[in-house]
């Protein structure tokens, strides 16, 4: 058993390892894939002091931190269950689809988020080509040029209204017969004047040359006809759904969305169980965000484990 072990290996869970690890208590990370979301991104700029990298060497970067301490790494590893501790202080058990379990007096849970896709053509294809789920973080990219963002909820709302601030010309694409943001987001939207919406669309595909994004097809949904639009850039925000299927009746709280319920501490509901990261409901999902989370979380765990003896 270990005294903390951490569930994820993205930003969130390498930052909460190091940490305990070097308060020299016994740590283990397990996660169906070291990296995270950052395996599948392109460029970041956005990770303050380093002005570009890449995804996957800074997850090279994340791993290879790591294992400058003491931390066993299992990786390949896809928790299913959690059993907490029948007590204060004692073990919480976590299970893996391998059938395998590990046991530890404190958890962290990072096991991130997933961006709803659109599942049309052209979408994967064009992903880090044009395709993009991430305003913050990819918007700049596509200064001056024309771009459609999917989706008409608040984060596809703000999303637009964010990017009509850098590009040339954003057309909002929503799939009801009206947009489902707040009214205030939907009055700041019709005030910019590079922003068209489109509702009662159905978005088909994204084309592109082989190289890069070109346009987008849509069907309207009320007159059957398929439209298509020239652009070079699509924001995909239909949804981030947090990895927490596997949590579900373990009696830890997660909100109606998925997220895992913590405080401003990191605590769950459960003594001895901490979250962060993307997988939780810290407001705005980042890499540096993830970072300082998962640290935050790792102080909480040492508070914990110092306060309560195993019993
Ligand atoms: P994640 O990175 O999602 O890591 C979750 C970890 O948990 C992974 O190791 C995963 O395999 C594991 N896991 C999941 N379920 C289980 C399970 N059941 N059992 C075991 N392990 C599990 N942010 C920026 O700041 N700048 C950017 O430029 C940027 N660009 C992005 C581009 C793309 C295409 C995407 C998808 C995201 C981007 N982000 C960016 C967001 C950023 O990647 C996330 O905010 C960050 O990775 C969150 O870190 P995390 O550790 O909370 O979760």
């Known amino acids: 058993p270990f005294e903390v072990l951490v569930i994820g290996g993205g930003p969130a869970g390498a930052s909460a390892a190091i940490y305990t690890a070097r308060k020299g208590f016994s740590t283990g990370i397990a996660a169906e894939r070291m990296g995270g979301q950052v395996m599948d991104t392109m460029g970041i700029e956005n990770f303050i002091s380093v002005p570009y990298t890449e995804g996957p060497k800074l997850a090279t970067a994340l791993e290879q931190h790591v294992k400058e301490y003491d931390i066993d790494t299992m990786n390949l590893l896809r928790a299913d269950k ?3 501790a029948s007590e204060t202080g004692g073990y919480h058990e976590v299970v893996f689809e391998n059938g395998a379990s590990l046991k530890a007096r404190s958890l962290i849970l990072t096991t991130g988020a997933r961006w709803r896709n659109l599942g049309v053509p052209g979408e994967a294809e064009y992903r880090n080509k044009g395709v ?3 305003p913050h973080c990819d918007g700049p990219l596509f200064k001056g040029k024309r771009v459609a963002v999917i989706g008409g909820g608040n984060s596809g709302v703000e999303a637009a209204i964010d990017l ?8 909002l694409i929503e799939f009801d ?4 943001a707040d009214q205030v987001l939907h009055d700041k939207l019709r005030s910019m004047g590079n922003v068209d919406v489109i509702v009662s669309a159905q978005t088909t595909e994204v084309t592109g040359d082989g190289e890069k994004v070109n346009g987008l097809e849509y069907k309207d949904r009320e007159s059957g006809e398929t439209h298509r639009i020239e652009l070079e850039g699509v924001f995909v925000q239909i949804g981030l759904v947090p990895n927490t299927e596997w949590l579900k009746d373990s009696g830890l709280e997660l909100t109606r969305f998925g997220e895992i319920e913590i405080d401003s501490h990191a605590a769950t509901n459960l ?4 979250a ?3 997988a939780t409901t810290v407001p705005f999902k980042q890499i540096i965000i993830a970072m300082g989370e998962g640290s935050k979380a790792a102080l909480s765990a040492f508070d914990y484990l110092i306060r309560h003896e195993a019993p």
């Open 177 to 180: 017969s009206k947009l489902r």
């Open 271 to 274: 003594p001895g169980v901490f």
């Open 132 to 134: 993009a789920y991430c």
């Open 82 to 84: 959690l059993i907490p």
């Open 164 to 171: 009509a601030n850098i590009v040339a010309h954003v057309t």
């Open 276 to 278: 962060a990261g993307d």
